[in-house]
């Protein structure tokens, strides 16, 4: 795109779940729909590291400093971070809506969210994760549990189809089977007649009385509605930047980022945890219910990363990669954080992590140990540096005292950041900006609370509202 004044009925910045889904349906309704992206189309074919470096923001460093640093990737690339994500899809829990509109006054009913869960299960080929397709640390945390006597998992619904197991969704699925967005919208969109320009970032947003004009580069572009779906760390900072609607210093606070972590087990047996779904069975623990445990695994050559260990230690524990499984746990957070642009770096984000949610997500680490011990493991080693973090022995495990321990001894990442500009604090429930005539915001910084499941289909539902009240109200 160059030197060009183009005109649009609608913009929408960003290609990932909200952007892609609020495009799609507009689109199909006969407005004429324009999407500009950031990141490339991804190739298929690069091996993990460089997949990480090329399509996650700022090669994967993004993190929030508080009292512990937290990882905090998204993707820059086309599809969003739908792109680089496990595929795993939840509709949004009735109890949360309901919350949001009893306690925040929010004028959003669950049953205008719940026939777009049914319309996603289509268009995204949702399915449970059978069996055979499950990576074998799953299987193990499954034994493991039982033993301890829960029988309460259940195989994650994915977007996927003719899945073979390729172990990779976080580092771009070699054979297009996860339904990303690039994958399951966006092709769909462009047939519709929709426009998408990639590697575009948009700078600047300026609302006029008729309408918007955003700049990229080298363009500007018209229209008279524009839709920011940039994700929950570059909207606000586009809508502080360009002081959009009369709540833009608001615009970054909020934060919540669902604190997750990992445990590893090794086994006599061989894993080979990068064969099957990575992310593939879930549990909740009746103790625990801010807590969700779902598989996971980190390619062997970005396990060294994710390990809290260092020389001979590590050397052992990559040595044995091939007999190495992992599974996680994800937090229903209580604490807020911000998101502000650190000039000429990138987003700054400060998150703590409450003292009871810490406390939590131990008890969960703990809990995946035992499992794992339970289930045969040889040792297993905890996310924890600068104390005892490899336990061979169940007794031993179940009886260690983590209370003299600090949030900065965690490894831990959040994979959802949400709520920086949530409904009722920068936009209104039905996602106009307030203050505004022009511009909405439709991604992972509209929900207002802590969700507690993966995000993608609860973004992508509000976008299909979005949508459809386009169609009646425009
Ligand atoms: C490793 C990982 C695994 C995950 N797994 C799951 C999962 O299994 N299930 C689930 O539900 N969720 C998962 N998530 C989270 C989920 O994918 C995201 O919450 C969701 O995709 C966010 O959607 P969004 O529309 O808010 O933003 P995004 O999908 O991040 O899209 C925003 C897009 O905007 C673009 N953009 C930003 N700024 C500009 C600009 N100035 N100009 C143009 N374009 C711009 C970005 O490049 C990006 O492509 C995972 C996340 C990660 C990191």
């Known amino acids: 795109m160059n030197d060009q004044k183009l005109k649009f ?3 929408v910045i960003g290609s990932g779940a909200g952007g892609a889904l609020a495009a799609y349906g507009l689109q199909k309704q006969g407005f004429n729909v324009c999407m500009l992206e950031k990141g490339p189309w991804a190739k298929q074919n690069l091996k993990e590291v460089r997949a990480f470096t090329h399509y996650y ?13 937290i990882g905090v990737p998204t993707g820059e690339v086309v599809g969003g971070t739908t792109k680089i994500n496990s595929g795993t899809c939840f509709d949004t829990p009735k109890e949360i809506v309901d919350t949001w509109q009893k306690h925040y006054k929010m ?28 990576a074998k640390g799953n299987l193990f945390f499954q034994k493991g ?9 259940f195989p994650l619904h994915r977007a996927a189809k003719a899945c073979t197991g390729s172990g990779r969704c976080c580092f771009i699925c070699p054979k297009d089977a996860k339904q990303s967005t690039d994958v399951s919208i966006i092709p769909n969109f462009l047939k519709e007649g929709g426009t998408l320009f990639s590697q575009t970032e948009v700078t600047g947003i300026e609302e006029q009385k008729e309408g918007v004009r955003i700049t990229c580069k080298t363009s500007a572009l018209q229209a008279k509605k524009l839709i920011i779906s940039a994700g929950s760390l570059s909207t606000p900072i586009l809508i502080r930047k360009n002081k959009l609607g009369t709540h833009w210093k608001k615009a970054g606070l909020g934060l919540t980022i669902h604190p997750a972590s990992k445990v590893f087990g090794e086994f006599l047996e ?55 499984g992992s599974f996680g746990v994800m937090l229903k957070d209580t604490n807020t954080g911000w998101v502000r642009a650190f000039p000429g770096i990138g987003p700054l984000l400060h998150y703590s992590l409450h003292p009871n949610d810490f406390k939590n997500l131990i008890e969960g680490l703990r809990f995946i140990g035992l499992s794992y011990l339970a289930s045969g493991a040889k040792r297993i080693l905890l996310p924890i540096s600068g104390i005892q973090n490899e336990f061979e022995s169940f007794e031993a495990l179940k009886q260690f005292n983590f209370s003299k321990m600090r949030p900065s001894q965690l490894y831990s990442m959040g994979f959802h950041p949400l709520g920086t500009c949530g409904m009722g604090r920068v936009v209104d429930s039905h996602l106009k900006l307030i203050g505004s005539n022009h511009i909405y915001v439709c991604d992972g910084s509209v929900v207002p609370t802590s969700l507690g499941v993966n995000p993608q289909i609860t973004i992508m539902a509000l976008a299909l509202r979005l949508s459809n009240r386009f169609s009646k109200n425009s």
């Open 145 to 153: 549990i039982e033993a301890l006597g829960y029988k309460n998992h």
């Open 270 to 324: 061989p894993v080979y945890g990068w064969r099957g779904v990575p992310q593939a069975l879930g549990f909740k623990h009746p103790n625990f219910p801010t807590l969700s445990f779902e598989g996971v695994f980190t390619p062997p050559a970005l396990s060294g990363l994710v390990m809290p260990l260092e020389g001979k230690r590590l050397r052992g524990w990559l040595e044995k990669y091939d007999h190495v």
């Open 9 to 11: 009925d609608i913009l």
């Open 57 to 69: 923001k700022d090669q994967g460093l993004v993190g929030a400093f508080g009292n512990s640093f």
């Open 107 to 134: 004028n959003i009913a669950y049953d205008e969210l719940s026939p777009h869960f049914k319309t996603l299960r289509e268009l995204l080929h949702i399915s449970p994760v059978p069996t055979e397709n499950m």
